[in-house]
Every structure is written in structure tokens, then in C-alpha cells.
């Protein structure tokens, strides 16, 4: 069982930045590749950035790659969204998620989610 907590959404205007957290129960975090996914009002969830168990492979959605990295620190047992130039088309509630498997997540695929945080951006 992993249970998943995001923090560090914001309402922040366009241009600006922000770091999202999620942080992970467990011992076997390091194990498993972790997702970062989006859903706008109105809209599909859609895939983010997912990263491998060590950190060292990364994917990115066209929309947020030349703005975004993603990373992860498994001695915290958390993984970060640092999220840069953002544009009001980013708006939504940002989820993590995992199911271990870096392919599964950029398909979309996790059996566990955290509850979201909010992130508004004004223009």
C-alpha cells in the first residue's frame, strides 16, 4: 500500500513559478517510477512528467516539457514537480501517482493517487 500527499499548489500569476511536493508512504518508494498528471475544470486528466525509481530517466508532456522538471529525492521519500513560466492553461488540480512502472504512467495507468493540490494561475 502507498498513500501519496501533494502539497505546494498556489495561486500565482502567469509568468511565475512554482515547486509542487509529493510525499510518499512506505519503504519501497524508491522501488517504484512516480507520475505527475493534471486535470483542468472540464477537462480529461492528463499526463504531466513521470520519472524512474532512481531518478535517472525522465518524460515529459509536450506542453510543460521546456517548463517543468521533474525530480525525486527517495531518502525524503518524495518526489517534486518544479513547474516554471507558468501560463493560465496550466491551471488545474495536479495529482501524484504510481504503479511502479514508467511506461504505465506516461500511458496514464496508476493504482495509487494522492488527493491533488491546486494550482491557479492568473494572467
Known amino acids: 500500500q502507498v498513500q501519496l500527499v501533494e502539497s505546494g499548489g498556489a495561486l500565482v500569476q502567469a509568468g511565475g513559478s512554482l515547486r509542487l511536493s509529493c510525499a510518499a508512504s512506505?519503504?519501497?518508494?524508491?522501488?517504484?517510477?512516480m507520475g505527475w498528471f493534471r486535470q483542468a475544470p472540464g477537462k480529461e486528466r492528463e499526463f504531466v512528467a513521470v520519472?524512474?525509481?532512481?531518478?535517472?530517466?525522465?518524460y515529459y508532456a509536450d506542453t510543460v516539457k521546456a517548463r517543468s522538471t521533474i525530480s525525486r529525492d527517495n531518502a525524503k521519500n518524495t518526489v517534486y514537480l518544479q513547474m516554471n513560466s507558468l501560463k493560465p492553461g496550466d491551471t488545474a488540480v495536479y495529482y501524484c501517482?504510481?504503479?511502479?512502472?514508467?511506461?504505465?504512467?506516461?500511458?496514464?495507468?496508476?493504482?495509487?493517487w494522492g488527493q491533488g493540490t491546486q494550482v491557479t494561475v492568473s494572467s
Open positions: 512506505g519503504r519501497t518508494f524508491s522501488r517504484y517510477a
Open positions: 501517482a504510481t504503479n511502479g512502472q514508467f511506461n504505465a504512467l506516461v500511458r496514464g495507468t496508476a493504482d495509487y
Open positions: 520519472i524512474s525509481s532512481t531518478g535517472i530517466r525522465t
